[in-house]
């Protein structure tokens, strides 16, 4: 088994784990391969370097060694390429990674082949505008929010055609379930098991007392829009990544992705436990 080996270039706990991971895989029949870019950051001559461009498709899984932006960093390639992702936690809640950087010794289960996969569930997003249509992706969320100065713009959110809110507010957030313990959790939204397909919306600052988070079908397709007010100005995110311009006359239409991403989970660890263990618990 080849498993490409992705540290998070920079961070300190990150590259600290890097000796230790490259060790577990060895020790347990796995070749690890690295990214020949990275070698001035990190060279191990246990390791195999590859500057091929077809370095994910030539390799078993990807490894993460990081926190859950690393996760989402690589879960779409991954997806895109059809190779499950492990992650290893150096970072600070590690929601979707499978292991810490200290239980290094799991790392057993996949060598034996002892270890299960979650099939995570994606968004596509595409923004028409004039007549062009852009393509997005989405592992956790797309959220639409005002610039920081801008008045507060009137969305209107459309499912299969059919108008459901119109709402002033800072934003929207639009999240998968495994979004769900993200950004939308901290906005009020709720807690979805992450094997269930369906969409959530959840609002930023809505300014009025009806509007709750919903859940949609993963069979729905939605239609997001906004009439701007004293020229409000939107951006959109996905992933947490830099904001994209909306303006008012484009059109977002989000829909279940065809392309889903295998999550390699180790143990008996359950979703619920992790939710107890690292979003009940005062922070350490």
């Not at 299960?116 to 997005?136: E, I, P, W």
Request: aromatic share 6%; with cysteine; net charge negative.
């Amino acid at each position: 088994m080849k498993i490409y080996v992705c540290p998070c270039i920079g961070k300190e706990k990150s590259m600290e784990a890097m000796p230790s991971v490259i060790d577990a895989l060895i020790e347990h029949g796995i070749t690890p391969v690295l990214s020949e870019s990275v070698r001035a950051d990190y060279s191990d001559e246990r390791a195999e370097y590859s500057a091929s461009g077809n370095i994910i498709a030539e390799s078993d899984m990807l490894m993460t060694v990081g926190g859950d932006g690393m996760m989402l960093k690589w879960g779409k390639r991954a997806a895109f390429a059809g190779k499950p992702l492990i992650g290893i936690n150096t970072g600070r809640l590690g929601f979707m990674t499978a292991i810490d950087a200290d239980e290094l010794d799991k790392l057993s289960a996949l060598g034996s082949g002892k270890y299960s996969l979650s099939s995570r569930m994606m968004m596509s997003a595409k923004l028409h505008r004039n007549g062009v249509v852009q393509d997005h992706t989405s592992l956790n969320d797309l959220v639409l929010f005002k610039d920081v100065n801008s008045k507060l713009p009137e969305f209107t959110v459309k499912i299969n055609g059919i108008t459901v809110t119109r709402v002033r507010a800072d934003g929207l957030i639009f999240s998968t379930p495994t979004g769900s313990t993200a950004y939308a959790l901290s906005a009020g939204g709720p807690i979805i098991e992450p094997t269930v397909e369906c969409i959530q919306l959840t609002f930023l600052c809505a300014h009025t007392l009806l509007n709750r988070p919903m859940i949609f079908s993963g069979n729905d397709t939605i239609t997001v829009s906004y009439a701007e007010y004293e020229g409000s100005r939107v951006n959109m995110s996905i992933d947490g990544g830099s904001g994209i311009e909306v303006a008012a006359e484009d059109r977002i239409v989000i829909n279940r992705s065809s392309v889903k991403l295998s999550i390699v989970e180790i143990g008996e660890k359950s979703f619920y436990s992790t939710v107890s263990e690292k979003l009940m618990q005062p922070l350490k």
